[in-house]
């Protein structure tokens, strides 16, 4: 009862207050900086360090693993399961490549963050009106140039109970149209930080992040999109499966904690 006092106080009385805070700075910056730097730097000094910081204030440890599957220069399609909020500050802070968020359109009204989304160049979805979320998808595909790549959330929405939920095809659509290569990427950790569906929050938990290998696009049938779909999932679930929530090391295994550097 008292640690969990503790982290109730801490909760709403540090971390709000500075995740707050550092958003306002961080967002307000970022809108001076968008009609004079390329998006991909504006994200780089602002998104980053904003989400970094956020997991500094919340004694989240981030580990990393499967660099080495990133090929410099190369757009993907990115899939992640989806498990907490705390998945956008692992990704934005830890993934190191410049992408595109598809996200729901209601996130566009929240203040500062919709903003500053639009202007770095995310992509909304409005998901009850089918040929609004294909013509944003269409007009994404111009914005995956020079090593810039998308990631979706291929379930849709968190996990309610920490389970990996069945994936929509969009972002599978989308890699074979633009013959990108798909990039699995799974999550742990985040669900026990900050579980869907409440305020509670866990500091001092462990986040980890693990890129597997990219899978190629072939082809543009249905069975392949099935087979691509299929192989992301399995890809996503396997550490998931592992009870003891240890992630597969590599050599080149790398273990960050949070800073505001951005590297």
């Not at 866990?202 to 693990?210: Q, Y």
């Amino acid at each position: 009862m008292v640690m969990r006092l503790f982290f109730f106080l801490y909760s709403w009385l540090i971390f709000v207050p500075l995740m707050l805070a550092t958003t306002l700075v961080a967002g307000l910056v970022c809108l001076l900086l968008i009609p004079f730097l390329p998006t991909d730097k504006v994200a780089k000094l602002t998104a980053v360090p904003w989400a970094r910081l956020c997991l500094l204030y919340s004694g989240v440890r981030v580990e990393v693993d499967g660099r080495h599957h990133l090929q410099p220069g190369q757009s993907y399609v990115i899939v992640a399961n989806h498990l907490s909020q705390f998945d956008i500050f692992v990704l934005y802070g830890y993934l190191g490549i410049d992408f595109r968020w598809v996200m729901k359109h209601e996130l566009r009204k929240v203040p500062i963050i919709g903003i500053c989304s639009e202007k770095l160049g995310h992509i909304f979805i409005n998901r009850s009106d089918t040929e609004a979320a294909v013509a944003s998808l269409n007009n994404a595909r111009a914005r995956l140039a020079n090593g810039a790549s998308v990631l979706f959330f291929p379930e849709g929405t968190r996990s309610r109970d920490g389970q990996l939920k069945p994936f929509k095809k969009g972002a599978f659509k989308m890699a074979q149209a633009l013959q990108l290569p798909v990039l699995p990427i799974t999550l742990s950790g985040t669900f026990d930080i900050l579980p869907a569906g409440t305020l509670r929050l866990h500091p001092g938990a462990t986040a980890r992040l693990v890129m597997h290998p990219a899978l190629t696009v072939t082809g543009n049938t249905e069975a392949e999109l099935q087979a691509l779909v299929q192989q992301s999932r399995s890809a996503i679930a396997a550490p998931l499966r592992d009870s003891s929530s240890q992630l597969p090391r590599s050599e080149e295994h790398t273990s960050e904690l949070q800073s505001p550097t951005v590297s």
